[in-house]
């Protein structure tokens, strides 16, 4: 078999430590010995494969997963998925979660005391499209309250899972809205030591996908790591 | 261009990802010996975490990945897919039934030992941490590429340990770090 093409690494500081102090769970639930660097193998460089079987339709419409229509500011969310070149990653599977426009989960373990929305339970999922792109249609979530300092405030934010091509492209982050004055203040968002990166997971407000009298749209797009391209030999 | 920054899956991510729990990779036709990996996810004060998840990827027994990247001439039955996903429990604890897989080639060329890739996401975890399992019939383990870049001391960590009086279940746990708890932490890598 010929040498495997290897994922390349990120950038210094463009990715959070596991251990960051002012994000506290961080202190016991980060490891102490540092990663061992290995190369990659077949057994990383392939990852499972999703299609539209693992999908419904509808599943990327937030806002009709029940009988009625959720409160909140309605948006659309859309973007592209991409390697470090700029390459697009086709036929991906993307999920996703986020809080109600109330700031609050629908998930026994929040103990928020904002209201419930009946009609809103916050997950959705995607596959690209040949040309890397996505598009949810949801409501924008409300910030919430956590324990992590007094008076701490996570900023209105939607998680996104995504896996790429392979086991070593799996990515889990999180989308968050311009101008959110708790981002400054936000240990999870400002774990990520460069100030560019960080910036990079702020959608940016997308008139080309507002819909009139409807939605807002905001975009983001997610680069995930890429390689040179060598086709693996039997 | 950059790659996206990682950010924790927080404390409420079924909400997301519970469509895709499978813990069982059995399918009907599936060549290979049956396993049961079971285990728990710890944390540094050796408190179990109920709010994790864990993820597997791995070959089938002939050594093939369910991936049309891997082009090598062997058998794949239909329905396998090699990846599982679960949430842990109330009490830490995750499991999956699956087959031993076989042994796929490493940089080199040279088999590796048979082995399961493994990612774990939980709340208070900014990015993925990614493992392997090994098996504990030592199949291969003198020679692997990857077992051999860990210090002989902490290659433990990846071996599952047989459950005595069942020839199936193995356990696995995962020790997300060291401290007075006394469970040696896991190995993890930075793949």
Known sequence: ?234 | MEMTGSQTVGPFLHIGLAGLYRDNLLTSGLEGEPVVIEGRLLDGDGEVVPDGMVEIWQANSHGRYADPLDTRQLPLEAGFRGFGRVATDANGRFRFTTVKPGRVPGQDGKLQAPHILVSVFMRGLIKRLATRIYFPDGEGHADDPVLNLVPAERRATLIAHRVAGSDALLEWNIVVQAGAHGYDETVFFDV
């Open chain 1, 1 to 234: 078999m010929a040498e495997i093409a290897q994922y390349r690494r990120p950038a210094p500081n463009t990715q959070p430590e596991y251990r960051c102090e002012s994000y506290m769970s961080t202190h016991k639930r980060s490891p102490s010995h540092p990663l061992i660097l290995m190369p990659q193998t077949l057994s990383e460089v392939t990852g499972p494969v999703f299609g539209l079987n693992d999908i419904q339709a509808g599943d990327n419409d937030l806002l009709r997963q029940h009988s009625g229509d959720p409160l909140g500011e309605r948006i659309v969310v859309s973007g592209r998925v991409t390697d470090d070149r700029g390459r697009p990653l086709a036929h991906s599977l993307i999920e996703i979660w986020q809080a109600n426009a109330a700031g609050r989960y629908l998930h026994k373990n929040d103990q928020h005391n904002a209201p419930l929305d009946p009609n809103f339970t916050g997950g959705g999922r995607t596959l690209t499209d040949a040309d890397g792109c996505y598009r949810f249609t949801t409501i924008k979530p409300g910030a919430y309250p956590w324990r992590n300092h007094f008076n701490a405030w996570r900023p209105a934010h939607i998680h996104f899972s995504l896996f790429g091509p392979a086991f070593a492209t799996r990515l889990v982050t999180q989308m968050y809205f311009p101008g959110d004055p708790l981002l400054d203040f936000d240990p999870i968002y400002l774990s990520i030591p460069d100030e560019k990166a960080r910036q990079r997971l702020i959608s940016r407000f997308d008139w080309d996908n507002t819909v009139p009298d409807h939605a807002l749209g905001f975009r983001f797009d997610i680069v995930l790591r890429g390689r040179d391209a060598t086709p693996m030999e039997a």
